[in-house]
């Protein structure tokens, strides 16, 4: 009897969690029109996007290099549109609703490669960038 009953128990206390999603953890609300680029080895540019209007830059980065502007007091990521020039590059935040990435000409004979980091809330997705070598 006293098996029945501690097996009963433990039943009941299996049956009676439930699976809850983790915290932290958010559905996609910056909606990228794409998340891949290549552009060419001259200078080039290309235009990204979003269904959502409440997301900032995380950071960038940039072959070996990586780009933090968060509490910056040259860029205002808090804001609708703003711009980050480095001296390879040039990223935009033109409105809510679009990002303006340009490479300058890649002269280096190699492959350049930058990951743009974007966050809304609780929420990250990125933009890949290849600019392809002379």
């Not at 699976?19 to 290309?46: C, F, M």
């Not at 390879?88 to 492959?111: M, V």
Request: hydrophobic share 40%; charged share 25%; proline share 1%.
């Amino acid at each position: 009897m006293k098996k029945a009953a501690i097996f009963l128990l433990s039943i009941f206390l299996i049956s009676s969690c439930t699976i809850k999603e983790p915290l932290g953890i958010w559905d996609d609300n910056i909606l990228l029109s794409t998340r891949n680029i290549e552009l060419s080895a001259d200078t080039d540019s290309a235009i990204v996007t979003t269904g959502g209007n409440w997301w900032w830059i995380d950071g960038i980065s940039y072959n070996d290099s990586i780009y933090m502007y968060y509490g910056s007091e040259e860029v205002d990521l808090e804001s609708d549109s703003y711009t980050i020039a480095e001296e390879d590059f040039i990223i935009e935040r033109r409105n809510k609703n679009t990002l303006f990435i340009k490479l300058l000409k890649n002269e280096t004979g190699a492959e350049r490669l930058m990951t743009i980091s974007l966050e809304a809330g609780d929420y990250f997705d990125y933009v890949a960038v290849k600019q392809v070598a002379k």
